[in-house]
């Protein structure tokens, strides 16, 4: 078992950021595959971002590709997001996943966060 916390979500106004963290307890000896996926009110999962165990792999939705940027520390168990150039339609809970394979797909994904919410203001 993974036990996966996020942190770092908050209000922010258009075009600042905000940098995520993802931390797992548990079984993190294997190795898993880290992303992120948002969803706002009334739409589905969405994924954001993944990088490899290996984090020498990394894939981004061209929603914030150029903005957005993924990295992982294994010696502390840790993923972040960093988030430049925020917009409204940034705004969702996001959620950190733990999963064994790549995938831009929810179903790869055994493990997950309780989420965090980033509210991007106009």
């Known amino acids: 078992q993974v036990q996966l916390v996020e942190s770092g979500g908050g209000l922010v106004q258009a075009g600042g950021s905000l940098r995520l963290s993802c931390a797992a307890s548990?079984?993190?000896?294997?190795?898993?595959?880290m992303a992120w996926f948002r969803q706002a009110p009334g739409k589905k999962r969405e994924f954001v971002v993944l990088i490899t165990w290996s984090g020498s792999t990394t894939d981004y939705a061209a929603s914030v590709k150029g903005r957005f940027t993924i990295s992982r520390d294994n010696a502390k168990s840790t993923v972040y997001l960093q988030m430049n150039s925020l917009k409204p339609e940034d705004t969702a809970v996001y959620y950190c996943a733990a999963g064994r394979l790549s995938s831009q797909d929810t179903k790869w994904y055994d493990y997950w966060g309780q989420g965090t919410q980033v509210t991007v203001s106009s």
């Open positions: 548990g079984r993190t000896s294997s190795s898993y595959a």
